[in-house]
Nanobody, 125 residues
Framework: QLQLVESGGGLVQPGGSLRLSCAAS????????IGWFRQAPGKEREGVSC????????RYADSVKGRFTISRDDAKNTVYLQMNSLKPEDTAVYSCAGATIIVGCGLGTKDYNRWGQGTQVTVSS
């Protein structure tokens, strides 16, 4: 079964950068689309970005477009989320998730059936 572990969160000042990693334990990692989601206190979980099997299809939420970049390195069983120009409203617990959908990827949660534990990102002066 696919197991995912996030890392790279922390405290950063507004305008700063972080790179999150989503590492998988399974050699079939490249069979999965991977999404990044975030949830702030009192708010619903939000899809941030996703990348398809093979990496040819990528989506971003409007709120992060132009600031965040998703990528995958299947040889390392890892998906990355590079976050630049961070804002206080980016503060949330960020989780990665795997989906067995055949093609593409989505920012909704319904297609994702394997979730990591989450990593805290705090953007504050």
């Amino acid at each position: 079964q696919l197991q995912l572990v996030e890392s790279g969160g922390g405290l950063v000042q507004p305008g700063g950068s972080l790179r999150l990693s989503c590492a998988a334990s399974q050699f079939t990692f490249d069979y999965y689309a991977i999404g990044w989601f975030r949830q702030a206190p009192g708010k619903e979980r939000e899809g941030v970005s996703c990348i398809s099997k093979g990496g040819r299809s990528i989506r971003y939420a409007d709120s992060v477009k132009g600031r965040f970049t998703i990528s995958r390195d299947d040889a390392k069983n890892t998906v990355y989320l590079q976050m630049n120009s961070l804002k206080p409203e980016d503060t949330a617990v960020y989780s990665c998730a795997g989906a067995t959908i055949i093609v593409g990827c989505g920012l909704g949660t319904k297609d994702y059936n394997r979730w990591g534990q989450g990593t805290q990102v705090t953007v504050s002066s």
